[in-house]
Nanobody, 128 residues
């Protein structure tokens, strides 16, 4: 069983930056695609970004492309989300998740269903 712990959230003004971290314990992340999702009150959980096991392939939601960057350090068993030029609509709880199958790329059309391990989330609030 893998445990995922997110950190780095907080309150920031529009235009600012935050860097989220997702640290794993119990199992290695190095053979799994990882992703970040977010959820705002009254809304469904939505995809933000994903990175494959080797870090060679990334994907982003249209709403964050060009502003957010997902990366990973397999030696540290950690995944990151660098968020720049933050907007009020980026406000929400950010979750990291591990794909259930090793060495499988993520298909955005699948939504959150391929991910079987989730962190508890970290709150990001962007004020206008």
């Amino acid at each position: 069983q893998v445990q995922l712990v997110e950190s780095g959230g907080g309150l920031v003004q529009a235009g600012g930056s935050l860097r989220l971290s997702c640290a794993a314990s119990g199992r290695t992340l190095s053979i799994h695609t990882m992703a970040w999702f977010r959820q705002s009150p009254g809304k469904e959980r939505e995809f933000v970004a994903a990175i494959n096991w080797s870090g060679t392939t990334t994907s982003y939601a249209d709403s964050v492309r060009g502003r957010f960057t997902i990366s990973r350090d397999n030696a540290k068993n950690t995944v990151y989300l660098q968020m720049n030029v933050l907007k009020p609509e980026d406000t929400g709880v950010y979750f990291c998740a591990r794909h259930r199958d090793p060495f499988v790329n993520y298909n955005l059309e699948q939504g959150p269903s391929p991910f079987d391990s989730w962190g508890q989330g970290t709150q990001v609030t962007v004020s206008s």
